[in-house]
Each structure stands twice: as C-alpha cells, then as structure tokens.
C-alpha cells in the first residue's frame, strides 16, 4: 500500500492552536509510520454551519480516502453528509452526548472533569455568579455549558450563559451583570476571539478557566485540557489502521489518557487572587 496514492481529507476550524497542535502531531505521526507522502487536503472553515458542511463537501468532492476532523461541529457536518468516506475525529469533548456515533466514525474523546476545574476556580477567588461562554450553533458547546450550569447549582453560584457567535459578541461579557469568572467552553467562535475575551477578563479582574490548551496565548487562569499532541497522534493511529483495512466500528473510540492542569500563576498573581497550594501541587505546568 503506497502511501503517496493516499489522500486525506482534514477539517479544522479556522486558526485555533489547540487544533493547529493536534494537526502538527497527526502528520507528524503519519510521517513517522511511512505516510509522510500521502496528501493531505486541509479545509479550514469560519465557524457556522454552511461553512462547515462546505469543507465536508469539498472533501467528498475530491473522493478523499478518509476525512479527519478537529472539534464536534465539523465532525458533526461530516456525518451529516451522509458519506462512504471513513471519518476519524479527534478532539472531541463528549460524542455520545452529540450524536457522534455510526459504523463509519470513529475517533479520540478529549473529555476531562470539568467539575475539577471549576473547583480549582472557586480556589482563586469567591463565586457567585460565573459567566459562561458558548456558542448557540455547537452543540458540543452547548452541553458544556448546560454541564456547567448543573455544577453551578451543586456548588451554590448561578451560571450565567453568554452567546458568542462572532468576534463582536464579547462585548456581551461587560453586559451580563455582576460575574466573579469566566468558563471557556469548546466553542471554536468563543477561542477564535480568545485574545479579546481575555483583554476583558483582564480589565475586570475575572479568572477564567478553558478545557481546551492554548500555548500562543497563555493568558487563561487555569486549563484542564486533553494532551492536542495526544489527541493527534490518537487519530494517526486510527487512519493508519483504517488504511490497512480495519473497519472504523471495529476501532473503539479512545479516551485521552494525557491531560494536563495548567496554572497561569503570572496571571493570577497579577490580577490579585488566591494561591491555592493544592492547586500548585496538582498542576502539571505552571506558567510564572
């Protein structure tokens, strides 16, 4: 099997580093297991939907051998389009819960306890109220937040949901009444407007805390996040088989085993809150 005849089709929306770093280690895997000629086709959306089904489609068009996608949306549009093509996801926080499932999909899970997280926040800083910010048009996004909200509630403090959809939406966060933190869900729309969100946070003193690693812009509080370097070479694991013959319902989806906890302590420090120790000890990186 000659892995310059092979074709791959890959679906990352737009210019996300957590993405960006999973796609670095899947061709980098593939690379190492004698795939590094095969092509890979890369479509890179604007998060909404006519976009993501039109690099699903695009990739159907090119009779592509497998479709690989980064994040829940994407994955969800390729299943939508109802194709032959295998598809390997990777980077996806809770496929069962979205409807990620069927005989041509398989893929690698990047869930973590989201509940930890929110523990290590109210660490920092007393909460009453925590806005969280989500996407209406992803469902992944969606599920986090309702998950959140039912911590919340075990916890004692309200949830408060803020919908960004586009860059202009984060003025919201100023308009949502009194928040004591920020929750980044999964949403592609939220961590493409990343840099502005955290200029806000840093004007109002507000923690914030993201399930998903961010090394371009260290600027969030605390991170529980899926290894992307984990996760990438999970999905080149699976295409590889895939090439071989395997069947993609025969291939289990996988659970990421490598997660990390990173503490911005230079953040944390600067916007004057709470050390925990526990916080430090548990932490597999702490940027200073």
Known sequence: MAAEKKTIGVIMTGDIPYYSKMHKAFTARLSREGYGDAQVVLQRPYPDQVSWSNAARKLIAVDVDIIVTYGASVTLAAINERTSIPIVYAGVYNPDAIGITGKNTTGSISKVPTSSLIRYLKGITAITSIGVLYSD????????????????????????????????????????????????????????????????????KLPTASTLKNENNPGVVITLSASPEEQGEMAAEKVIKILHGARPNSLPPTNSKNIELIFNLKENMAMGFKIPMGLVTEATKIIQ
């Not at 469902?139 to 919908?163: C, H, P, T």
């Not at 586009?166 to 308009?175: N, Q, T």
């Not at 009194?178 to 407007?193: E, G, I, P, Q, W």
């Open 137 to 204: 048009i992803e469902k992944e996004s969606i599920k986090q937040a309702e998950e959140i909200e039912s911590i919340s509630r075990d916890l004692g403090f309200k949830a408060v949901r803020i919908n960004i959809r586009r860059p202009e939406d984060v003025r919201k966060i100023k308009a949502s009444g009194k928040l004591d933190a920020l929750f980044l869900t999964c949403s592609a729309s939220v961590n493409m407007s990343l840099d502005a969100i955290l200029e806000i946070a840093r004007t109002n």
